[in-house]
């Protein structure tokens, strides 16, 4: 089956430890995308990447990382740097510019 | 990116059809109206685009008038399981998308 994975579904890491959030495609996508979503709020971009080896940051950025070595997999690290890190975390790609956006199941993080 | 303004919850019943509207009043000529549906702890689902006049799928209808400062999503025949947050979304065709709160359409048997 063609999709996004997202790993793992429930996350829970201490305060003050980085924590990376892994994101596979297998459905071919140039670009992929990573948001935040609290409760009861819309999405919010962090980065996104529209080719191998590069990305832009989107609307929050700070306190995370990304890279984008290969096609298939674009992970996402929370530093210690985030001030609020506690959130659910959805991955998304799409296959050309503006097109539709396929979305993983998405990991929810507590850190505490 | 055009703002977007939603209502923030709709009620219906099970076989009735629902209509959401989105205005954007500033919303640019390169623009594209874009509806997604998310049910708790899932990521959005694509549902429908379109520029202007009507667009249909097996899922909705997208009416967008003449001067494209609002829009209708309308969701046919509704049952309890599409119940979800719907988000409307212009933007131009490229990369970044924004989402705002959303309506939360509940459906009632």
């Known amino acids: 089956d063609g999709g996004i994975t997202q790993s793992p579904k429930y996350l829970f890491r201490k305060e003050g430890q980085n924590v990376t959030l892994s994101c596979e495609q297998n459905?071919?996508?140039?670009?992929m995308y990573w948001y935040r979503q609290d409760p009861g709020q819309g999405l919010r971009l962090i980065y996104y990447?529209?080719?191998?080896?590069?990305?832009q940051k989107g609307d929050i950025a700070e306190g995370y990382s990304v890279s984008r070595e290969k096609k298939e997999s674009f992970p996402l690290t929370v530093t210690s740097a985030q001030k609020n890190p506690t959130a659910f975390y959805l991955c998304?790609?799409?296959?050309?510019?503006?097109?539709?956006?396929?979305f993983g199941p998405g990991t929810r993080l507590t850190v505490t | 990116l055009a703002k977007t303004t939603q209502p923030i919850s709709m009620d219906s019943y099970e076989g009735q059809e629902v209509n959401i509207t989105c205005s954007h009043n500033?919303?640019?000529?390169?623009?594209?109206i874009t509806w997604y549906q998310q049910f708790p702890s899932q990521g959005p689902r694509f549902i429908i685009q379109?520029?202007?006049t009507k667009v249909t799928n097996e899922v909705a209808s997208l009416f967008i008038p003449a001067d494209r400062k609002s829009s209708t999503l309308s969701l046919p025949r509704v049952s309890l399981s599409d119940t979800a947050v719907y988000y409307c979304l212009v933007a131009p065709n490229d990369y970044k998308l924004s989402f705002g709160a959303g309506t939360t359409v509940t459906v009632r048997a």
């Open positions: 990447s529209q080719i191998v080896n590069d990305f």
């Open positions: 379109g520029y202007k």
């Open positions: 500033n919303i640019a000529t390169n623009d594209y």
């Open positions: 998304a790609s799409s296959p050309r510019q503006g097109g539709e956006q396929y």
């Open positions: 459905l071919n996508h140039d670009a």
